[in-house]
């Protein structure tokens, strides 16, 4: 039996200690609260930013494996009280091995709800863009910069922005911020960031999903993006770097060397719908079957195992 919540989610957090009669608005205790009343055995993490050892030396006893994901680099933090420090980012997992932590691959899923909007024959937009917009992602910036200069090309451009970005174009009229601010031409493009199905069903309605890595991850690649594109049946368009297996260019996604290439592969993969097609079906078909939940979850218990 498992149990979710979002430890930082106060209004959450706060509903369940009223509904259990637990007397605090104290995030971390309400979270401790949750673990023991749930008997918690394996207690897995997706924040370990916020709760890292100091709070798992405070676990309830029932706990038995921490396990935490982590696919950024962190500064100090000091994850060693974990049991496992997992990610799909080699290169990241051996920083956490240099810092004295235990660490394993591990990959994620394509969700089975992707498959309600992959087989779409209808797609209205040619290109989409779903993702962060922040100081930490210059090399992304580029490339919607590039997209964003094709004429004639359908697409729309959906931008959570960061904290400078957020602050650049409320206040365009402050040089130093300049930098920071969308460019004219992406600012046009720009609607609203969207999440889980309103995400899925932007991919499928989309022949090309662009997708660019956070300038830390070095040349390591695989975020999110790369599964939801595929699994939702588009064109995975990406930056080059070393892909999870099954992500080939040319064969289940297309590859950029740099921001300049994106209007030649776009018109290319728009002038050819048979070649797109043939991209966009074998991605599907590898990401539905080598990230299926039913091999992740059997992954997941054999690092519980472990």
């Known amino acids: 039996m498992a149990f979710y919540t979002n430890g930082d989610d106060d209004q959450l957090q706060c509903a369940w200690a009223r509904e259990h009669g637990v007397r605090t608005s104290d995030l971390t205790e309400i979270l401790l609260a949750q673990i023991e009343e749930h008997n918690t055995e394996v207690f ?17 006893g029932c706990v038995r494996r921490a396990i935490c994901w982590r696919a950024a680099p962190s500064g100090n933090v000091d ?9 799909n980012f080699p290169s990241i997992l051996r920083d956490w091995e240099d810092r004295g932590c235990r660490t394993a691959y591990f990959a994620p899923a394509c969700d089975p709800a992707m498959s309600e909007y992959a087989g779409r024959a209808v797609r209205s937009l040619d290109l989409v863009f779903v993702g962060g917009f922040s100081r930490h ?5 580029a490339a919607l910069k590039e997209a964003a200069s094709l004429e004639g090309v359908r697409m729309s451009f ?5 904290r400078l970005a957020r602050l650049a174009n409320a206040l365009p009229f402050v040089p130093v911020l300049g930098k920071h601010a969308y460019p004219r031409r992406v600012r046009e493009l720009t609607a609203g960031p ?13 022949r090309i999903v662009l997708n660019g890595a956070v300038d830390m991850a070095g040349s390591d690649r695989g975020n999110m993006r790369c599964f939801e594109a595929t699994g939702c049946g588009s064109v995975l368009l990406t930056d080059a770097g070393n892909y999870p297996d099954g992500f080939i260019d040319g064969k289940t996604m297309v590859t950029y060397s740099s921001p300049d290439q994106i209007p030649d592969l776009v018109r290319r993969l728009l002038s050819d719908p048979a070649w797109a097609s043939s991209i966009a079906e074998a991605g599907n078909s590898m990401v539905q079957t080598k990230y299926s939940k039913q091999r992740q979850w059997i992954r997941f218990q054999e690092l519980i195992a472990g």
């Not at 959906?158 to 960061?162: D, Q």
């Not at 969207?194 to 989309?206: D, H, K, T």
């Open 137 to 141: 992602h210059v090399a992304r910036t």
């Open 158 to 162: 959906h931008l959570e922005e960061g």
């Open 194 to 206: 969207v999440y889980g199905r309103e995400m899925y069903a932007r991919f499928a309605n989309s």
């Open 79 to 87: 994850l060693s009280g974990y049991d496992l420090v997992i990610c």
């Open 44 to 60: 897995y993490n997706l924040d370990p930013m916020l709760y890292g050892s100091d709070f798992v030396k405070r676990l309830p």
